[in-house]
């Protein structure tokens, strides 16, 4: 696959399809982003976009028990972090009387103070920038592989829930009269928000991760007129976005993850000030 894709890419006549590291970003991209932009979809309608932010920060802590365990990849360190971050946030949401914004709040600080402190006790604030600021370039043929592998059956997931989690959110008790369990799909798409986030940390960055998750699903909403419309236009706004970013940074010399985000913070803006003129005829 990877040889096929590199081969179509590499012939065409643009100079940074001529290097690989652009081709293999693309390629990213590509897996990405559809299952970022279905995500952000059903975070922006369930109000959870809070939760996906913190699930960012959260994994500070997972990065500092991966290096002060000496492993050389702390990926799976930050990801079983997060999941049990996510656990631990409907967990308090259910059995808990504090709201649950207060619930993420309060994870959201104790997990990113875990986080420093660890960091700062193993000295290892240096080995963590690229994780603030995140390096799409960097990403490796094996890591795409590995992303592959692993956002297929969340993509599955995601859209095996999609008509629940959709119903769950408008009227929770007409969910369940239809034989929804909603608290469980809730927990399952936290617990996806937070395998799919935490996954793409090394190369967004802990910093404007969220951004690049929700304003697709935000811009989407400004215009569509259904929700067949509001899924199409978020994915195809996501992927877009990914892609002009991607050239636009490569053009500019500047950061890929924060120059997809400030295009579509430049979308979002423009889908806002569309429907303020269609609202006012």
């Known amino acids: 696959m990877m040889d096929w894709w590199h081969a179509v890419v590499g012939g065409l006549p643009f100079e940074w399809a001529r290097y690989a590291f652009m081709r293999n970003a693309l390629l990213a991209i590509a897996i990405v982003s559809p299952l970022f932009s279905l995500m952000g979809a059903l975070v922006v309608s369930q109000r959870l976009a809070f939760y996906s932010d913190a699930v960012g920060h959260s994994a500070l802590s997972g990065l500092a028990i991966g290096l002060l365990l000496g492993l050389a990849d702390p990926f799976w360190a930050m990801i079983g972090f997060s999941l049990l971050f996510g656990l631990a946030v409907f967990g308090l949401k259910r059995w808990s009387a504090v709201p649950v914004d207060t619930v993420i709040g309060l994870l959201m600080s104790f997990a990113v103070a875990l986080g420093v402190v660890l960091l700062s006790r193993g000295g290892n604030f240096m080995k963590v920038?690229?994780?603030?600021?995140?390096?799409?370039?960097?990403?490796?043929?094996?890591?795409?592989?590995?992303?592959?592998?692993?956002?297929?059956?969340?993509?599955?997931?995601?859209?095996?829930?999609?008509?629940?989690?959709?119903?769950?959110?408008?009227?929770?008790?007409?969910?369940?009269?239809?034989?929804?369990?909603?608290?469980?799909?809730?927990?399952?798409?936290?617990?996806?928000?937070?395998?799919?986030?935490?996954?793409?940390?090394?190369?967004?960055?802990?910093?404007?991760?969220?951004?690049?998750?929700?304003?697709?699903?935000?811009?989407?909403?400004?215009?569509?007129?259904?929700?067949?419309?509001?899924?199409?236009?978020?994915?195809?706004?996501?992927?877009?976005?990914?892609?002009?970013?991607?050239?636009?940074?490569?053009?500019?010399?500047?950061?890929?993850?924060?120059?997809?985000?400030?295009?579509?913070?430049?979308?979002?803006?423009?889908?806002?000030i569309a429907r303020a003129i269609l609202f006012r005829r």
């Open 129 to 272: 920038g690229h994780f603030l600021v995140g390096d799409l370039l960097s990403i490796t043929p094996e890591q795409i592989v590995r992303l592959l592998v692993l956002m297929l059956p969340a993509t599955f997931l995601v859209l095996r829930a999609f008509n629940a989690l959709t119903l769950a959110s408008l009227n929770p008790s007409l969910a369940s009269s239809r034989g929804v369990r909603v608290g469980r799909e809730e927990v399952v798409f936290g617990l996806l928000v937070a395998l799919a986030v935490t996954m793409n940390l090394q190369w967004v960055g802990i910093l404007i991760i969220n951004s690049l998750l929700i304003l697709p699903a935000a811009a989407a909403r400004n215009i569509a007129r259904n929700l067949r419309e509001y899924v199409g236009l978020a994915m195809g706004i996501g992927l877009g976005c990914s892609v002009g970013g991607l050239l636009l940074a490569y053009y500019l010399g500047t950061s890929a993850g924060a120059t997809i985000v400030l295009v579509a913070m430049g979308v979002f803006a423009a889908t806002a």
